[in-house]
């Protein structure tokens, strides 16, 4: 009967997948001045479209969305022209292509922001350690609060961006609702001390996850949504004092949405406090009743596996896809990977973007 595996097709929502790798969202900072994705952008998504389906790294909803050099935005003409490349250059290898949407909330700088402002956040609460500007590291700073008629303006960014992203030719859009960035900042209570219904119990904290969820959804058909998770991801200042009644709260709101899927980081970018290290994701996969993927440290063998056991729909690789555009093909034949160049992961140019060599060069 379950004879599913790595390479079996999936339906997703109107999307028929090939297989069940997935090109996890990764920030390569090589968007052209303007925050406008590029040529090498398009040669980049091309050369990996042989995945069950990709997803972009993560694209600003607004100017007030960045907090990083060089990374693309989903806000204006020229930025969805040069998406529409993307997705079209992808579509005609046989690929899918969700598009990440990106508010990084205090994760930014001054310097990044429009006019200069504070960078936003559910509180006034500053992230340790620097931002990276154009002028290189500078520490982060306080952020502003954001007041209820400034969050609902956010919300309105989603769901223009979404129409944007639609309008671009994406086959659905991501929720970035990990990674310490804005939606994460109001989910954990590290980050977030509101005393109105945005902050306190896991209820309000996703308020603001779930309104933007429904204006997105209400622009763009459900099956082609989204929403990224990371409970335990200590990166970028966050911490929880419960994570799983958190999650397990939010994963129930996600049930009756039927999104295209909940893609979860399970694990942490940064060390974790000592005693914070466990986290039951099965437990949290188990809450769910859509289509899971899987993200973090998984290779051929423990994919395979999970797809196989069904723990997991999908899987998603990260840095591996940094080196191996033909992933699908050496997982396939069982083939070495390419080692990845850490110094090229962040900006930069073609090298060590797009040319990695194929199997068959
Ligand atoms: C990063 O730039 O390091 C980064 C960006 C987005 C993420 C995670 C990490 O979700």
């Known amino acids: 009967m379950n004879s599913k595996d790595l390479f079996s097709p999936l339906q997703l929502g109107p999307s028929t997948l090939t297989n069940r790798i997935v090109m996890a969202p990764m920030t390569r900072n090589r968007a052209a001045e303007g925050n406008i994705p590029q040529e090498m952008n398009r040669l980049y998504y091309e050369q990996r479209a042989s995945a069950g389906l990709i997803i972009t790294e993560g694209a600003q909803i607004s100017p007030q969305g960045a907090g990083y050099p060089f990374t693309p935005g989903i806000y204006n003409d020229e930025q969805i022209l040069g998406w529409k490349k993307i997705t079209a250059a992808v579509h005609q290898k046989g690929g899918h292509i969700f598009i990440q949407l990106w508010h990084v909330g205090r994760i930014s700088h001054p310097s990044l922001q429009p006019d200069n402002a504070l960078p936003v956040a559910p509180s006034a609460i500053k992230p340790d350690g620097d931002a990276f500007t154009y002028n290189g590291p500078q520490p982060f700073v306080e952020p502003h609060a954001l007041e209820i008629s400034e969050i609902n303006n956010i919300v309105d960014d989603y769901q223009q961006a979404t129409r944007h992203a639609l309008n671009a030719g994406f086959d659905g859009v991501e929720i970035h609702a990990a990674n310490g960035y804005l939606i994460d900042q109001f989910l954990r209570n590290g980050s977030n001390n509101r005393t109105d219904e945005y902050g306190g119990p896991p209820e309000n904290r996703s308020r603001f996850l779930l309104q933007v969820l429904a204006a997105v959804t209400s622009v763009c058909d459900s099956r082609r949504v989204g929403v990224r998770l990371s ?97 699908v093909e050496r997982f396939k034949a069982d083939a070495p990977l390419n080692a990845p160049d850490q110094a090229s992961f962040y900006g930069g140019d073609e090298t060590g973007y797009t040319d990695y060599p194929f199997l068959s060069s």
């Open 231 to 327: 409970p335990l991801n200590s990166f970028n200042s966050m911490r929880d004092s419960d994570p799983m009644t958190l999650f397990s709260y939010v994963v129930q709101q996600l049930k009756p949405l039927k999104l295209a899927y909940l893609h979860v980081l399970e694990g942490s970018m940064s060390p974790l406090p000592e005693g914070d290290e466990t986290f039951d994701y099965k437990k949290l996969a188990a809450l769910y009743d859509g289509i899971y993927m899987a993200n973090h440290g998984y290779d051929r063998q423990s994919a395979d596996e999970a797809i196989k056991s069904g723990t997991a729909d999908l899987v998603s690789f990260g840095i591996p896809y940094i080196a191996n555009p033909d992933l």
